[in-house]
Nanobody, 127 residues
Framework: QVQLRESGGGLVEAGGSLRLSCAASGLNFRSANMGWFRQAPGKEREFVAGILWRGVTADYVDSAKGRFTISRDNAARTLHLQMNSLKPEDTAVYYC????????????????????WGQGTQVTVSS
């Protein structure tokens, strides 16, 4: 059984930074691509960033490029999302997720390709 637990959310002023972390327990973390998704009030959950199981390649939604950095530590079974230059439109609940496909060569942006999810951490950016 896989468990994912996010931390690091909070309230920050526009232009500030936050670092989200996701601690994983259970099987296959080192073999699975990981992703960060977010859901703003009244909106559907959306892909934010993803990283290959080897940690070499990452993918970002356009609004996150240049501001967010995803990383992982397979030895520690942790996933991170460094968020800089935060904007009010980044306000959302952020979720980490583990891909159902092991050793995948492509990073999926589809929710259905992720079968384990954390409970989420709230990020609020004030203007």
């Amino acid at each position: 059984q896989v468990q994912l637990r996010e931390s690091g959310g909070g309230l920050v002023e526009a232009g500030g930074s936050l670092r989200l972390s996701c601690a994983a327990s259970g099987l296959n973390f080192r073999s699975a691509n990981m992703g960060w998704f977010r859901q703003a009030p009244g909106k559907e959950r959306e892909f934010v960033a993803g990283i290959l199981w080897r940690g070499v390649t990452a993918d970002y939604v356009d609004s996150a490029k240049g501001r967010f950095t995803i990383s992982r530590d397979n030895a520690a079974r942790t996933l991170h999302l460094q968020m800089n230059s935060l904007k009010p439109e980044d306000t959302a609940v952020y979720y980490c997720a583990q891909s159902r496909n092991l050793f995948a060569v492509d990073i999926s942006r589809r929710e259905n390709d992720y079968n384990y999810w954390g409970q989420g951490t709230q990020v609020t950016v004030s203007s």
